[in-house]
Antibody, heavy 118, light 108 residues
């Protein structure tokens, strides 16, 4: 059973960079069958897909966030990470890491709330 | 961007009754649509993909239908554990997934 766990600061100051890491257990990021993604959900609102990374390092980002997003992978640690720069209060959300295919998002982390505030 | 619109925003149904949730796409997504269930404080859970295929372990009371731009999730004989928020998601434009804004299914 694949499990994903987000980690990182729960509070980030405006204009700074949000950084989160997702640790995958029960399966290898390097398997090649899946894509590893980040999704966020502002409090009380819907879901927004941020982007994915493949084990090889190839990425695809939501065009609306592309200029601020970087997703990276560390296959030796079975982890992938998210960086979102120049954050504002609008970036306050629960951030989920997930495993996706070209069809579905089949495993999710429990989510971590990141608040942007001074 | 393919915009997904769900209706109604909130649906009140009594336990044991049927619930019908709708999702509309701004352009055709063929049958490339999934449904997720989210309970408070939890991550979403995949229910349906391919518009009508139940994911592993999903009870038969959950069914999906539709194609193109109009889709429906039906829950027959609602159980207490079914009251949650439901999201549709298109993957026709993979890798750029987009979600609907959600329908909250509440107890009447």
């Amino acid at each position: 059973q694949v499990q994903l766990q987000e980690s990182g600061p729960g509070l980030v100051k405006p204009s700074q960079t949000l950084s989160l890491t997702c640790t995958v257990s029960g399966g290898s990021i390097s398997s090649g069958d899946y894509y590893w993604s980040w999704i966020r959900q502002p409090p009380g609102k819907g879901l927004e897909w941020i982007g994915y990374i493949y084990y090889s390092g190839s990425t695809y980002y939501n065009p609306s966030l592309k200029s601020r997003v970087t997703i990276s992978v560390d296959t030796s640690k079975n982890q992938f990470s998210l960086k979102l720069s120049s954050v504002t209060a609008a970036d306050t959300a629960v951030y989920y890491c997930a495993r996706e295919t070209t069809v579905t998002i089949d495993y999710w982390g429990q989510g971590t709330l990141v608040t942007v505030s001074s | 961007e393919i915009v997904m619109t769900q209706s109604p925003a909130t649906l009140s149904v009594s336990p044991g009754e049927r619930a019908t949730l709708s999702c509309r796409a701004s352009q055709s997504v063929s049958s490339n649509l999934a449904w997720y269930q989210q309970k408070p404080g939890q991550a979403p859970r995949l229910l349906i993909y391919g518009a009508s295929t139940r994911a592993t372990g999903i009870p038969a009371r959950f069914s999906g239908s539709g194609s193109g731009t109009e889709f429906t999730l039906t829950i027959s004989s609602l159980q207490s554990e079914d009251f949650a928020v439901y999201y549709c998601q298109q993957y026709n434009n993979w890798p750029w997934y987009t979600f609907g804004q959600g329908t909250k299914l509440e107890i009447k």
